[in-house]
């Protein structure tokens, strides 16, 4: 997939407030610090689409981008910032959760993962609450060039242990880097034909 063109719409803090959902969508969700804002800009090739802060917690909104006039990457707030407080933690709980649940147009999602670190509770527990409610989604372990080959080759070893104590089959899993851009083309690739689906069936997750 070549893209052509990427233009930011709108931000929302409800699923009322997003845009019509005439196009797939395709929303990216990690922990706060991921790396999320670089992989989007990675992705579209576009170096200030998404906001790249040091400031952990940054993204408050769901930002919705109109890639090459055809679907919606969503950038989702980011969770687990300690700094935030409970009632922001839970304001972002609900908006997210009612997205994730609610939201017909959207096809995946594409959960961050910080390939540098060990598996993390609030990861695992995310993605077991995605799969209790059959939201769709695939990992992207990040800042893979960060590390060396043994420490990934062995974190990622834990991840597939932890994941497979709790299902008979772990979720699939791109490794990427923002830096190489490593799995951009792997991503673009899944989306594009997941577009193909989308177009086929009319509809979003819920009728795959």
């Not at 969503?74 to 972002?92: F, I, M, N, T």
């Not at 043994?150 to 497979?164: C, H, I, T």
């Not at 490794?175 to 792997?186: A, C, D, F, N, V």
Request: with cysteine; proline share 4%; aromatic share 10%.
């Amino acid at each position: 997939m070549i893209i052509r063109k990427a233009d930011f719409i709108k931000s929302a803090t409800n699923v009322a407030g997003c845009p019509e959902p005439v196009y797939p969508e395709y929303a990216f969700i990690g922990r706060s610090n991921v790396g999320k804002s670089s992989l989007i800009n990675m992705l579209t090739l576009r170096k200030g689409l998404a906001r790249i802060s040091s400031t952990p917690g940054k993204t408050q909104l769901m930002s919705h981008f109109l890639i090459n006039e055809e679907w919606y990457l969503v950038d989702l707030p980011g969770y687990g910032y300690a700094r935030r407080s409970k009632k922001a933690r839970a304001s972002w709980e609900i908006m997210i959760r009612n997205y994730l649940t609610q939201r017909t147009s959207l096809v995946m999602v594409f959960l961050l993962i910080d390939s540098r670190i060990p598996p993390q509770e609030m990861d695992l527990e995310f993605m077991q609450w995605m799969a209790e409610k059959e939201v769709p989604f695939i990992l992207l372990f990040t800042k893979t060039d960060k590390i060396s080959a043994k420490v990934l080759s062995q974190n990622l070893k834990e991840y597939k242990a932890e994941l497979l104590e709790r299902w008979d089959e772990a979720p699939s899993a791109i490794l990427t880097s923002s830096r190489s851009q490593k799995g951009r083309e792997e991503v673009l690739q899944l989306i594009e034909g997941l577009n193909s689906n989308f177009a086929a069936q009319g509809s979003g997750k819920f009728n795959q």
